[in-house]
């Protein structure tokens, strides 16, 4: 069974720096058609992509938050880490990391999601 | 990036009705589309990659179609489980994006 899950603090004060960890079981993070993704989705808003990365070390980045996002793995620990520097209340969200298939075209697809992890940025 | 417009953003709906939810890319994508269902407090779920394939253990009420930089979404027959926000996501080129949402309520 594959499963995802997230992990990391409910709280951060503005201009602190969040570390999200999601620990991934029942698929192999060498695997290179198979990658984990960062998504999140703000309350009462739509989803949004964040950050990807592969077995190859293939990262990718939103565009938006490409200056304060950086994506990693330990695969020994099956763990992704997502960091997300300078936090403003605006970045407030549950976040939600994804497993992420590819398939021979390149095409990808997020399957299945963690449960998710809401994050406040609050003084 | 690629815009993903869906329509409409939401919609109400009663049992038993067809449903069609449109997302136009602002550019090319090929078939380089998905589709997802959100519940409140769930995990979005996968119901079509590439268009038009279904993802194994979802119904067969859902179907994709569409190619290039129009696609839709078609629930046959909305069932109460049903209601809930979908969205489709392009993977042409990163960024990925995702559209806006459509929110299916009951009628």
């Known amino acids: 069974q594959v499963t995802l899950k997230e992990s990391g603090p409910v709280l951060v004060k503005p201009t602190e720096t969040l570390t999200l960890t999601c620990t991934v079981s029942?698929?192999?993070?060498?695997?290179?058609?198979?990658?984990v993704s960062w998504i999140r989705q703000p309350p009462g808003k739509a989803l949004q992509w964040l950050a990807h990365?592969?077995?190859?070390?293939?990262?990718s980045y939103s565009t938006s938050l490409i200056n304060r996002l950086t994506i990693s793995k330990d695969t020994s620990k099956s763990h992704v880490v997502l960091t997300v520097t300078n936090m403003d209340p605006v970045d407030t969200a549950t976040y939600y990391c994804a497993r992420i298939l590819r398939d021979a075209y390149n095409r990808d697809w997020f399957d299945p999601w963690g449960q998710g992890t809401l994050v406040t940025v609050s003084s | 990036d690629i815009q993903m417009t869906q329509s409409p953003s939401s919609l109400s709906a009663s049992v038993g009705d067809r449903v069609t939810i449109t997302c136009r890319a602002s550019?090319?994508?090929?078939?380089?589309l998905n589709w997802y269902q959100h519940k409140p407090g769930k995990a979005p779920k996968l119901l079509i990659y590439?268009?038009?394939s279904l993802q194994s253990g979802v119904p067969s009420k859902f179907s994709g179609s569409g190619s290039g930089a129009d696609f839709t979404l078609t629930i046959s027959s909305l069932q109460p489980e049903d209601f809930a926000t979908y969205y489709c996501?392009?993977?042409?080129?990163?960024?990925?994006?995702f559209g806006g949402g459509t929110k299916v309520e009951i009628k």
């Open positions: 550019q090319y994508i090929s078939t380089y």
């Open positions: 029942g698929f192999s993070l060498n695997n290179p058609r198979v990658g």
């Open positions: 590439a268009a038009s």
């Open positions: 990365i592969f077995s190859n070390d293939e990262k």
């Open positions: 996501q392009q993977s042409y080129s990163t960024p990925l994006t």
